[in-house]
């Protein structure tokens, strides 16, 4: 791995493992030694960035130099940890960890009593009951989406019935219960909403519908906004 790259990846675990974080914690995280480890660590001091700690105390980064600082209101603050609580609650796995991943870029950016605030927030968000894991990897909808490439679908009506079908996905719409993807169905040439949890199979292809999707997408909530 590239040295700028390893010592980006370290930021990022400072930034997102509650501190103090062992040197054994930070190098199995970022897949390092421990001679490797305490090198970087030197290294992200000398470039500026305030890491408390030693080896066997454990490390804690107070001042991140790759991040501007930002201000927040104090209901800005609680929004934010509400909203991306309500990730890491509800989304995928892969969401869940993004959402955590932001939270502690951000809380990173801040001033020092702003930071005790977004730690302390008084709201909280946990969810008893979680939607179901839909059959299929919501990753691959999304990339395909980012990279605007078609997905072969296979795809179980209300009746049960099972067809095939080409579509350009648009876009993921999460629901009280379930989640809807917002796509052109090749098979109707028609916009289409199909729910994650009755989707079978997924398979990317290599047909780029690029650059249809943003359009397409307005076009589609025009439709959904008339009814």
């Given at each position: 791995?590239?040295?700028?790259?390893?010592?980006?990846?370290?930021?990022?675990?400072?930034?997102?493992?509650p501190a103090p974080v062992t040197a054994a914690r930070l190098a199995a995280e970022t897949g390092v030694s421990l001679r490797t480890l305490y090198r970087d660590i030197a290294a992200l001091r000398a470039g500026g960035a305030l890491i408390d700690g030693a080896a066997g105390f454990g490390y804690t980064l107070t001042e991140d130099p790759?991040?501007?600082?930002?201000?927040?209101?104090?209901?800005?603050?609680?929004a934010l940890v509400l909203g991306l609580g309500e990730v890491r609650q509800s989304g995928d796995a892969a969401l869940a960890k993004a959402?955590?991943?932001?939270?502690?870029?951000?809380?990173?950016?801040?001033?020092?009593r702003q930071q005790r605030q977004a730690l302390h927030a008084v709201s909280q968000v946990y969810r008893f009951q979680r939607r179901p894991a839909p059959p299929v990897d919501p990753a691959i909808l999304r990339d395909a989406a980012w990279e605007e490439r078609a997905l072969d679908l296979s795809y179980a009506d209300a009746a049960g019935t099972i067809t095939a079908r080409r579509i350009y996905p648009l876009s993921i719409v999460v629901l009280d219960r379930s989640e809807m993807l917002l796509a052109w169905c090749c098979l109707r040439q028609d916009f289409r909403k199909f729910l994650l949890e009755r989707m079978r199979t997924v398979a990317a292809t290599e047909e780029s519908f690029r650059p249809r999707r943003v359009p397409l997408l307005r076009e589609h909530l025009r439709r959904l906004g008339g009814g």
């Open positions: 791995m590239p040295r700028a790259d390893r010592l980006f990846r370290l930021l990022s675990t400072l930034r997102g493992l790759a991040l501007p600082p930002q201000s927040f209101t104090r209901l800005e603050l609680e959402a955590q991943a932001a939270l502690a870029k951000i809380i990173a950016t801040l001033p020092e």
